[in-house]
């Protein structure tokens, strides 16, 4: 069974205190993995798109990496302001013409000053 | 560049009557739009998918006639909640792709607080 597990289910951080985020999938025929952010009461923020195994992407203090079987969302020297439930989710296949998104349950990310 | 609005932002009803939930992508030709639901301090849940002039499709356990989904244009999905009831409170996202059979990134509205009383 398809599945995407996010690890831990909560993060507190003091500002500055760099740390990872885990994503673990278990997908057959990865097509991409996202990653977004989420703040209470709006929909998910579009983060990153990886593709496959050994991609990196960067986004100011984010950087996010991909292997066969997790993607870690790397944030360094987090300031308040990155508070926040960061997604993943996965793509997968159905069959030949048509996939499915998987979401993970969220890291919610809190950053004390 | 890919913005994807929703509205009305929150709305509160009675039970029993209808909701319609208009959901935009503003600079962009959606091939696909999403709607989802999320509870509280829950990941989001994939209703169905709906590509432009053809039948939505629902995941297993979402009822395609409570759930009325239509996809009229390239910018344009609606998700109507029909005769609502307090156990269809909920944060109803929707999201849009550019690219066909969802293959490509899918950008999301702010979502719709609905509350039934």
């Known amino acids: ?113 | 560049g890919a913005v994807v609005s929703q509205h009305p932002s929150w709305v509160i009803c009675k039970s029993g009557t209808s909701v319609k939930i208009e959901c935009r992508s503003l600079d962009f030709q959606a091939t696909t739009m999403f709607w989802y639901r999320q509870f509280p301090k829950q990941s989001l849940m994939l209703m169905a998918t709906s590509n432009e002039g053809s039948k939505a499709t629902y995941e297993q356990g979402v009822e395609k006639d409570k759930f009325l989904i239509n996809h009229a244009s390239l910018t344009l999905s609606t998700l109507t909640v029909t005769s609502a009831h307090p156990e269809d409170s909920s944060f109803y996202i929707c999201s849009a792709s550019r690219g066909a059979f969802s293959t490509d990134t899918q950008y999301f509205g702010p979502g719709t607080r609905l509350t039934v009383l």
Not at chain 1, 58 to 66: G, Q, Y
Not at chain 1, 68 to 75: N, T, V
């Open chain 1, 1 to 113: 069974e398809d599945q995407v597990t996010q690890s831990p289910e909560a993060l507190r951080l003091q500002e500055g205190e760099s740390s990872s985020l885990n994503c673990s999938y278990t997908v057959s025929g990865l097509r991409g993995l996202f990653w977004y952010r989420q703040d209470p009461g709006k929909g998910p923020e579009f983060l990153f798109t990886l593709y496959s195994a050994g991609e990196e992407k960067e986004k100011e203090r984010l950087k996010a990496t991909l292997t066969k079987k997790e993607s870690f969302l790397h944030i360094t020297a987090p300031k308040p302001e990155d508070s926040a439930t960061y997604l993943c989710a996965v793509q997968a296949p159905v069959d030949s013409s048509a996939s499915k998104i998987i979401f993970g349950s969220g890291t919610r990310l809190s950053i004390r000053p």
